[in-house]
């Protein structure tokens, strides 16, 4: 059942950003989600592999659903919220924004651990939400910089 549920998030996901209008460009998209990707591999691969703080579970169709959990919702989520916050002009559609993509990812954890995919031993939910809001943060510095960076390089040019 995990696999279907996570298949269709990322299906939904994938298919929400398809059709959503980007104010960043293709390259900013792009480099973002892999800096966010690279940092949530190496995230998790220290906290299940080397702290043993979470289990994953030996089904394959299961860790399946782990993987696009990872790969593909976690990252295209954070690229979504990046987008609709540059093009929200309050602050506080920002915040509604981060406080929903937050809620998400931590429902996805959620079901995660209801359908045996993760095991927390010790680990919480208040964990993920900090690690969640700590890659909100990442991506959106990232953004900044290299926006910073690649307007540099052109007007100097």
């Known amino acids: 059942m995990g696999i279907t549920v996570f298949f269709f998030a990322s299906w939904l996901v994938c298919v929400a950003f398809a059709v959503m209008p980007k104010k960043l460009s293709l390259v900013e998209n792009t ?10 591999i190496n995230f998790s691969w220290i ?14 169709v299961d860790y399946t659903a782990y993987i ?23 602050g506080a559609k920002s915040a509604i ?22 095991t927390n031993k ?9 690690y969640f809001l700590t890659l909100h943060l990442i991506g959106y510095y990232v953004f900044k910089m ?9 007007n100097n040019t």
């Not at 990872?70 to 609709?84: G, H, K």
């Not at 924004?97 to 045996?116: C, D, E, K, R, Y």
């Open 31 to 40: 480099f973002v989600y892999l800096i966010i990707l690279i940092v949530s």
């Open 47 to 60: 906290i299940i592999e080397e702290f043993k703080l979470i289990t994953l579970t030996k089904n394959g």
């Open 68 to 90: 696009l959990n990872r790969s593909v919702i976690i990252p295209m989520l954070i690229i979504m919220q990046l987008n609709l916050i540059q093009k929200s002009n309050s």
């Open 97 to 118: 924004i981060v406080i929903s993509t937050v809620a998400i990812m931590l429902g996805l954890s959620f079901l995660s651990t209801q359908f045996n995919i993760t």
């Open 122 to 130: 010790k680990w919480n939910f208040g964990y993920d939400g900090i």
């Open 146 to 154: 290299f926006r910073k960076i690649a307007y540099h390089e052109v």
